[in-house]
């Protein structure tokens, strides 16, 4: 499994790396506090399989990595020559480092 550090993927969304974004979590955590992407929760990931953009990279989040990771296992073998990131602590790890909540 790929991970992407806070600070990479922060400097990623600053440059405009062509990458897509995908938030994993429950719609009440998302409305707490997100940093963008497209909205699919985890529950859901294997029926929106064509909102996945297999050109590009796919970084995945959630609240502290383990549901991102495991978006990852179920989509990889579906999407094998994609480059998926799982954000490595996920939303906990983002407000701890860019002192936020």
């Given at each position: 499994?790929?991970?992407?550090?806070?600070?990479?993927?922060?400097?990623?969304?600053?440059?405009?790396?062509?990458?897509?974004?995908?938030?994993?979590?429950e719609d009440y955590e998302r409305a707490q506090f997100n940093i963008?992407?497209?909205?699919?929760?985890?529950?859901?990931?294997?029926?929106?399989?064509?909102?996945?953009?297999?050109?590009?990279?796919?970084?995945?989040?959630?609240?502290?990595?383990?549901?991102?990771?495991?978006?990852?296992?179920?989509?990889?073998?579906?999407?094998?020559?994609?480059?998926?990131?799982?954000?490595?602590?996920?939303?906990?790890?983002?407000?701890?480092?860019?002192?936020?909540?």
């Amino acid at each position: 499994m790929n991970y992407i550090e806070p600070n990479e993927l922060k400097s990623w969304i600053d440059n405009g790396q062509d990458f897509q974004l995908i938030d994993v979590r429950e719609d009440y955590e998302r409305a707490q506090f997100n940093i963008g992407g497209l909205w699919i929760p985890l529950p859901e990931i294997m029926e929106h399989l064509d909102q996945i953009d297999a050109s590009k990279p796919v970084v995945f989040y959630c609240k502290m990595g383990i549901r991102s990771g495991i978006a990852l296992q179920r989509l990889e073998p579906r999407f094998p020559s994609t480059t998926f990131y799982n954000l490595k602590g996920g939303m906990e790890a983002w407000k701890k480092i860019f002192k936020l909540g």
